[in-house]
Structures are given as C-alpha cells and as structure tokens.
C-alpha cells in the first residue's frame, strides 16, 4: 500500500513479536506495555484500513474482497489475541501475541503485495 507505513507497520509487529517471544522464554504474563504494544499495533492497523477506504478508489486490479478481507483479519487477529494476553495471567498470554504478530507479519506482507 504506502511504502513507509508498510515497513513502519512491519517494523512495529517485529518488536511485539519479539518482546512478546522473550516474555514467554521468561515465563511472565503480559505486562501493561506489553498489552499497549498490542493496542498500537491496532491502532495502525485500524489507520491502514481507513487509508485504504480513502485511497481505493485510485487503485486498479485490486480485489478489495481479498485486500479488506486481509485487513479486517488482521485487525480481529490483533484484537483477540489482545484480549486473550490480557486474560491468560501465566507465559501464555505472550505466546499468544507472539503468534499473533508472525500471523499479522505475514498478512502485512501479502497486503503489500496485493496492492501493488
């Protein structure tokens, strides 16, 4: 979609799934910073959808079922996983996230490629 943010996007689920996998290693539950890494993710992906709403009618060739079908995925992945940490009071909880955010890395990426 938009070349920055993409790799702004990428670089910020890098971070969580990384913190995310070291706080499992550690055996802590998720951490209020933790859990607001998660709600930034959200929000930037709730702000790609919306810059996607506005800027789709100067696309061409993009299945906008596929492309707001990857983005809302993306955005209740994020959402429940979220939830699910917050809940989950033992190392799980971050291993969960972590899942979350090599799942969101992936669909990031194939976003990417079918807007281009």
Known sequence: MFTV???MLCAVTVVLTVWSIVETIRN???????LGASALLLLLLIV???LSIVTFSSTHDVDPLLYFGYVITAILVVALA????FAELSRWG????AAAGLTVLVMIERLDQIWH
Do not use: C, N
């Not at 802590?28 to 933790?34: E, H, I, M, Q």
């Open 5 to 7: 943010y993409t790799i």
């Open 28 to 34: 802590r539950p998720a951490g209020k910073a933790l």
């Open 48 to 50: 790609q959808l919306v």
């Open 82 to 85: 979220g939830f699910w940490a």
């Open 94 to 97: 971050p291993g969960v996230l």
